[in-house]
């Protein structure tokens, strides 16, 4: 299955594009964090907060996810024009357990998706691999996916126009999962059940939710 074909089925005219929260009648908006600012005095980086992002979006994937669903990792890489094509190496490599998945991703181009400036000498690469969460180092992957607007490891590659967006898209519940950055993260679902456990345990982190 490709991930057009089952966003055709599953989850109609969505774009995955942030936000996807603002886009779908069912899902919840998480505040990361704790109101802990990302910097002490002297500009320093201020650890303890990034910590606690990473342990708050680890329990929400785990809840979301389990080891054996089938999921679709989709990347978004945005470029100009005239710099040379990525390899999809550098995009997924650090973060496959196995490189033989490397033949497997699947990359389509799109036309740049955000307002700017000469938007049309830009484009957005869409990279998509089918596998489990088993198959993934999905703590880097989710620190990485934090880690946007700061100088930590893990980081994405990518090129210079824009960071990556990383979307989990788990078609064994129909739910997708979306790390803006280390300020929050979004999840969808077609169904409001298969996420109401996760709005009810962690209902201190919910900014906002829709459950129509």
């Not at 000469?118 to 957005?124: G, H, K, P, Q, S």
């Not at 739910?175 to 298969?194: N, Q, S, T």
Request: some cysteine.
């Amino acid at each position: 299955m490709k991930i057009m074909k089952y966003m055709e089925e599953r989850f109609q005219n969505l774009e995955f594009i942030p936000s996807i929260y603002n886009q779908w009648g069912i899902g919840i908006h998480f505040c990361l964090g704790e109101n802990i600012y990302q910097l002490k005095e002297k500009e320093e980086l201020n650890l303890k907060r990034f910590q606690v992002v990473y342990e708050q979006i680890t329990i929400i994937f785990n809840e979301l996810f389990e080891q054996n669903d089938d999921i679709f990792l989709v990347t978004n890489m945005y470029k100009h024009k005239k710099e040379k094509c990525i390899r999809k190496l550098k995009v997924y490599q650090p973060f496959l357990k196995c490189k033989n998945h490397l033949n497997q991703i699947l990359v389509k181009t799109y036309p740049y998706p955000f307002e700017i400036n000469n938007a049309e000498e830009y484009e957005m690469q869409q990279f998509s691999l089918l596998c489990k969460p088993q198959d993934l180092r999905v703590t880097e992957l989710l620190k990485a996916a934090s880690n946007e607007d700061f100088p930590l490891k893990p980081k994405f590659g990518g090129y210079s126009t824009d960071y990556p967006d990383v979307f989990f898209v788990n078609i064994t519940k129909d739910i997708i999962f979306f790390i803006y950055d280390d300020r929050g993260c979004e999840v969808i679902a077609l169904d409001f059940k298969r996420i109401r456990p996760l709005y009810e345990k962690y209902h201190d982190w919910v900014e906002e939710y829709k459950c129509m």
